[in-house]
């Protein structure tokens, strides 16, 4: 060191001064070094007083700094004082075990290689990688994933290619590079590191380097000294990031592999062949004698998912196993895992003994700027993407200001530190790691920034939503399901908080989930979000299109559970906001939603009305797919007009359209209102077969919601062609909705199960004579359509109840009660259905 860069000297003059002595101007040493001119000006101007530690690496480099004038540049950066080492001795170096010699068959300051589950590939890879020939492999991650452990089983697998001896040290805090060289060359059998060629004589050796964040520099400087007097000496490092030598291979250890989801079904060979379920239960096994209860299983997947499959985690939350069941462990840390703690270990501890002490340990390992990126990403409750990343990271209204720049080399690093999880090979593959998220949110209510993050978070997710939107209709739909599926937590919290924090950003994140909630079933749900939003003074003055929108959506939704003519007045006035602010999309959307409306209230001729017009509107404006729709909408006046050639011709009009524009769902429900009408057509083999297409395409399509309305056509053809047994497997699976057994057919309104079942159930009956028990089903269908959405079903259920009552007075009533409903309906009755209410009760 010269005198020149004295103890006073803070980063910013060091860095003028080496680029001066280097004779570079910051124009060449940023390109030198691959960062940005700024960069250089904002440090040497202070403005940037702790750069992160790449960037500093990337310097040093450029201005081939080595030795002590590297050591004292990249310690400077990091805020300690240029200068003279101190006076004050350190710790000196330990080894991990003791030792008394050094050979293959035994490492010196080794300990045996402990059991260690799901970690096959890893040891093999690692292995296989020293064998290669790499100098200094690297094992990184988070404190308490198991490095070590790793380390150890890479070297007993080693150990007999490494005839010159393997051994092993750790890192205390504050050592120096006199410290890791004088204990090096101990392990390794001799006084000094110079004396180390002479010693393995060529023969290949290794050394394990364990815990190296604790002196970062010293170890850097003492390894690259070893690489040059000691060429045949691999090294097999661990620490919770990289070394930064040349030519060293970075090695991420990851945590175990948890089940995919909190299926209570799976049982419990199934989910311990997963490798942190399987720790856990090898763990346990330790403290608890008895094997779990079926009962426990759920609660065991859920736990190991929590803790992330984080080796420390896992071996702590199970330890609670001696006095509580896994329900009971669930219920009491599954909301606070970092209170997880174990008591105080032995002298050598490579981890530390609480959850919250090892993400401390490497949260502190961060750059200022790293640790509030870190805080942003925290609001994350899933998987997310680097868009979504990079979003929340360049946040203008939050303390600090943006994060700026390119966000890959930052989550690259975060990954290599272990706090960032990244698996598959989809956009949305990141995510915090559940133990780092609660650290950093902890760290974010410490700052005062928790709220300004989270209302960040909630206008992330709704910008989201809003470019979604447009793609939940035609071919886009099931990609969009599927990405809003992806983040289906964080859109769920961000609406729980805006709601509370900012009701104009959960306005504009619920106003673009209508669609994606009616797919999933959560239409009760979403409308009662949308109608609280809709309802809080605090929104009165949201933009007026977008207010529509919720309207509409609220109408939508209510409509998938028959409670549609509830918010008739919310839909009509959505249309009216769309048509003064010439908002054609939003004008065709309400248009269709209004014709479904009214029909489902008896307003037939203002449902096809807005059916008409929206088709005019489409057509003029040559909207391909709101054309089918609105063809779809008049096909079912036909049918209730008792017209079918011409809803058949509509329903052409529909697959063609839908065709053109791609939207294979569309083509699936035309296929599967073709089958409805083939059925009242009496062309009941045709029925059958369309409606199994239909089921086929919607299944592919991931759309489950229409398939019990579709089952219940295929069996009613099949009873109505006498094939009794089809119609009764048809029967089990419409049994198994209604039970909720049968997740395969969605949440369907309950007329479109028990309604269909018993039209099925009284066909089979009175296809085999029994007319009593064909009366008592038929009366059920009546009173499960009844206030349903087509006044038609209680139609055709009342011509069936008459054909088989043979009371002549109940025979009238019911007449007489078929009578009006086709009145109020509008519905003309097929001539095969007239034929069957007027004379088949008088056959007995």
Partial sequence: MTADHGAEQGFDALLKARRQEAGLTQNELASRAGVGVRTVRDLERGRASRPQRTTVDLLATALNLVGAARAEFLAVARGAPAG?????????????????????????????????VGRDLDVAEVALTLLRGDGLVTLVGLAGVGKTSVALAVIERVKERHPGGVAGILITEGSTESDVLTAAATVLGVARADELAGRLAGAPSLLLVDAVERAPGAVAEALHRLASVAPSLRILATGRHPIGLPGERVWPVVPLEVPPTDDLGLDLSTVSRFPAVALFLERLRRVRRDPLEPGEVGALVRLVRRLGGLPLAIELAAARGRVLDMNQILD??????????????????????????????????????????VRRLSPFRNRWSVELGEAMLADP???GGPLD????????????????????????????????????????????ELAAIRRRHALVMARFAARVAPELAGGSLPGAVARLDE?????????????????????????NLPRWWRFRGRDAAGRQWLRRLLDDPRTANADAVLRAWAQLGVAQLAAEHSAGPTELPAAEAALATFREQGDVSGELAARNQLSGLWMSTGGYDEARRHGAAALTLATRTGRTRDMAVAQSNLAWHEIRAGELGAARRRMAAVDRLAAQCGDDRLRALALANVAEVNRLDGRYEDAVKMGRRAIVALERLGDPGHRARVLGTIGLSLALADRADDAFAVLAQLRAAAANADPGIGDAPVNDVQGPSAMIEATLAAKRGDRVLAAEWYGVAVQSFAGGRDLRDVAEALVGLASVTDDTASRAAVVTRLEAVCKEGGITLLPAERAQAEHEGSRR
């Fill in 84 to 116: 003279p080492a101190a006076e004050e001795p350190v710790p000196a170096m330990t080894s991990l075990a003791s030792a008394t010699s050094i050979s293959a068959a035994r490492g010196r300051g080794l300990p045996p290689p402990g059991q260690l």
């Fill in 332 to 373: 009491r840390y599954g909301h606070r895992l970092l209170d997880l703690a174990g008591p105080e270990s032995g002298a050598y501890q490579a981890v530390a003994v609480s959850l919250r002490d090892a993400v401390a340990a490497s949260y502190r390992l961060l750059e200022p700027e790293e640790q509030v990126a």
């Fill in 397 to 399: 209204d939050a303390p």
């Fill in 405 to 448: 720049g390119d966000p890959v080399p930052l989550l690259d690093r975060l990954v290599a530190l272990g706090l960032l999880g990244m698996r598959g090979a989809g956009s949305m593959r990141f995510r915090l790691l559940d133990v780092v998220r609660d650290y950093a949110e902890e760290q974010a209510a410490a700052e005062g």
């Fill in 487 to 511: 983040l289906t937590s964080d859109l769920w919290g961000a609406l729980a908080h805006s709601a509370i924090d900012d009701p104009h950003t959960a306005l504009l994140l619920a106003a």
